[in-house]
């Protein structure tokens, strides 16, 4: 999607599916349950369409050097849509039990990383070398339903990513195709959320995971329109100038 005009015809068709999602959602909603589908169906479009048009987008690249197993850009904050967050949420209340067999406490190991890296600026969380709390045996195990920001980084130097880590260099060979479709998507669904009144703006994902993991009834709450994860938000951009973007957009002619 190299021409601006694609990037916004496919940011509006976007936004419509995630609307007819939402809109959708509020026939025979059943509370939590309801409340927790409607994130990962919202997540299950989300990332159709960014894997489909990567792909699309990718061809004659040359090839990603983003290994199984390698994690060295899993040091950098990740921030999260509330939708990404209850999603991840549910995965982990899922998947806790199977792990703690294996001795692996997902839930203690965000409660150690938000403890060191809470209120850090991005060069010094970087230096502080604390890893991704998801990441057990050095895979990520909940690479499936990872946020958009983590699908966004892939790198096409695995070498060039070690260099950073260590504070060596800061020019990684990031693939653009990823990083603008994470963008758009996930811009998409934010402004699809702001219409319908729901919370939109972005949460430091481990203090949100937190929140989520402490509240049972986190998806309801946010369904009903309460911003839950509220001391989580990053507001990297000004949110009302993100919102007078999504307007304008949305009013371009079709
Ligand atoms: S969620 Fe997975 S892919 Fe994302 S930063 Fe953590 S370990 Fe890495």
Redesign the pocket.
């Given at each position: 999607m190299p021409a601006d005009l694609d990037s916004l015809r496919y940011f509006r068709q976007l936004h419509g599916r995630f609307a007819e999602i939402l809109r959708a959602s509020s026939t025979g909603f059943a509370g939590e349950a309801s409340a927790t589908g409607l994130s990962a169906a919202l997540l299950s479009t989300a990332c159709q369409s960014f894997d489909a048009n990567v792909a699309h987008q990718t061809e004659g690249q040359p090839p990603l050097d983003c290994g199984r197993g390698c994690?060295t850009?899993?040091t950098?904050r990740?921030t999260a849509t509330a939708p990404e967050v209850l999603w991840?949420a549910a995965f982990i209340r899922a998947i806790t039990p199977g792990l703690m067999q294996h001795g692996i406490d997902l839930r203690a190991q965000v409660e150690r990383a938000h403890a060191v890296t809470q209120g850090l600026g991005e060069r010094e969380r970087v230096a502080s070398r604390q890893?991704?709390?998801?990441?057990a045996r050095g895979v990520?195990?909940?690479?499936q339903v990872?946020?958009l920001?983590?699908r966004g980084l892939a790198s096409h130097d695995r070498r060039a990513c070690a260099r950073a880590a260590s504070g060596q260099a800061d020019d990684i060979p990031y693939s653009e195709p990823h990083m603008r479709m994470r963008g758009l998507v996930q811009n998409a669904m934010q402004s699809a959320l702001r219409d319908a009144g729901l919370s939109w703006l972005a949460y430091e994902?481990n203090a949100a995971l937190l929140i989520a993991l402490d509240a049972p009834d986190a998806a309801e709450r946010w369904w009903h329109g309460e911003d839950v994860f509220a001391a989580a938000q990053v507001c990297d951009v000004d949110p009302a100038e993100m919102a007078d973007t999504f307007d304008q957009i949305k009013a371009l002619p079709a």
């Amino acid at each position: 999607m190299p021409a601006d005009l694609d990037s916004l015809r496919y940011f509006r068709q976007l936004h419509g599916r995630f609307a007819e999602i939402l809109r959708a959602s509020s026939t025979g909603f059943a509370g939590e349950a309801s409340a927790t589908g409607l994130s990962a169906a919202l997540l299950s479009t989300a990332c159709q369409s960014f894997d489909a048009n990567v792909a699309h987008q990718t061809e004659g690249q040359p090839p990603l050097d983003c290994g199984r197993g390698c994690a060295t850009c899993c040091t950098l904050r990740v921030t999260a849509t509330a939708p990404e967050v209850l999603w991840l949420a549910a995965f982990i209340r899922a998947i806790t039990p199977g792990l703690m067999q294996h001795g692996i406490d997902l839930r203690a190991q965000v409660e150690r990383a938000h403890a060191v890296t809470q209120g850090l600026g991005e060069r010094e969380r970087v230096a502080s070398r604390q890893r991704c709390p998801f990441i057990a045996r050095g895979v990520c195990v909940v690479y499936q339903v990872r946020p958009l920001a983590c699908r966004g980084l892939a790198s096409h130097d695995r070498r060039a990513c070690a260099r950073a880590a260590s504070g060596q260099a800061d020019d990684i060979p990031y693939s653009e195709p990823h990083m603008r479709m994470r963008g758009l998507v996930q811009n998409a669904m934010q402004s699809a959320l702001r219409d319908a009144g729901l919370s939109w703006l972005a949460y430091e994902l481990n203090a949100a995971l937190l929140i989520a993991l402490d509240a049972p009834d986190a998806a309801e709450r946010w369904w009903h329109g309460e911003d839950v994860f509220a001391a989580a938000q990053v507001c990297d951009v000004d949110p009302a100038e993100m919102a007078d973007t999504f307007d304008q957009i949305k009013a371009l002619p079709a």
